[in-house]
Each structure stands twice: as C-alpha cells, then as structure tokens.
C-alpha cells in the first residue's frame, strides 16, 4: 500500500536532493527510502536511518548494512544525541510524525541536525473519517500548524495528496 501511496522517488523529489548531501531518515523502518536516497546522493552522499523498532532495521537489506555511507540507529527521532548538531542537509519524517507522541521533540531534533539551509519533508496521512482512539498519536492541521511555529522554520509551498498531507520546511541560513 505505502508503494502505491507514496512512491519513494515521487517524495524524494521534494527535497531537492543530489549528489553528496546527507541525508537523515527519522522512522525509517525497514528502510523503505533507502535504495532511491542513495541513488540520488551518489558516492560521496550519506544516510542516516533511525528507528526505534530494532526488529524494522533489522529488516533493512544486508547491503544497506554493510555500505560505508549508511550509518543505522537503533533510537527516537526525539532524542538523537549521537547525531552531530548541522550535521544533515535534509530530514526525512515520512509517515513518522503519526505514529510519535513526542512530535515536538522530533522537530526539534530535526532543527539541530540540520545545517542552515536544509530541508525536512514531513507526511501524514490525512484524518480518517472515524476519529482517532489514541489521541496523543493524531496529526491533524491544527496541530501541525503549531508545531511548525516552534522553530522559526521557513514553511515552502509542496502539494498534498488524496491521501497524504506533505510538508516541507526549511532552516533559515541566518537567524
């Protein structure tokens, strides 16, 4: 289903990417992105795959594994010590945002890896018709509209879908 809502190449279209960016997937999962980011960020690219499912990244292909530019990590996109601060030029959060109670924390995180000028593409399903049982877990405009007033983000213009509320925001490279 993830195939047909939100083909990788299509998103990843969005943060401008070439080659020798790095490039942070927060929620990676089983590393869904990963063959078309490395594609895009060529030889001297690098991605970082986070998620705090140990079983998903053990999912992630051998390949990805043993390849110098992919560094995996075991953790919360909420707490990311062991990332270097401007250390990223983008941030992924496809389907992330969802599925975390400490939204706040993640793009917080997002802010401090990012070196002025980067980009994070955020996605979340759009609301179903039936509420959402687990409250703290619900992404809805509102609330993304508070969250994206945090940081003093700039917020670009990008198109949702049907399906899929797609946000993209950049770190100023001053301020």
Not at 44 to 62: A, Y
Not at 115 to 133: D, E, K
Request: charged fraction near 25%; proline fraction near 7%.
């Amino acid at each position: 289903m993830r195939r047909w809502l939100l083909p990788a190449t299509s998103e990843l279209a969005r943060l401008d990417l070439h080659a020798g960016l790095a490039v942070a997937d927060l929620g990676a999962g089983v590393g869904f992105h990963a063959e078309a980011l490395l594609q895009l960020l060529g030889p001297g690219g690098s991605l970082l795959l986070v998620d705090p499912d140990r079983e998903n990244l053990e999912l992630v292909p051998n390949h990805y594994r043993e390849n110098p530019r992919v560094r995996i990590l075991i953790g919360s996109a909420a707490h990311l010590p062991t990332v270097p601060t401007a250390s990223q030029d983008r941030v992924l959060l496809s389907l992330t945002l969802c599925c975390l109670v400490d939204k706040e924390g993640v793009l917080g995180e997002s802010w401090r890896i990012l070196r002025p000028g980067g980009l994070v593409l955020a996605t979340f399903p759009r609301a179903r018709r039936r509420p959402n049982r687990r409250r703290p877990l619900r992404m809805t405009r509102d609330r993304w509209r508070a969250l994206e007033k945090i940081l003093p983000w700039e917020v670009l213009s990008v198109r949702s879908s049907f399906w899929i509320h797609r946000h993209l925001l950049r770190k100023p490279t001053t301020g």
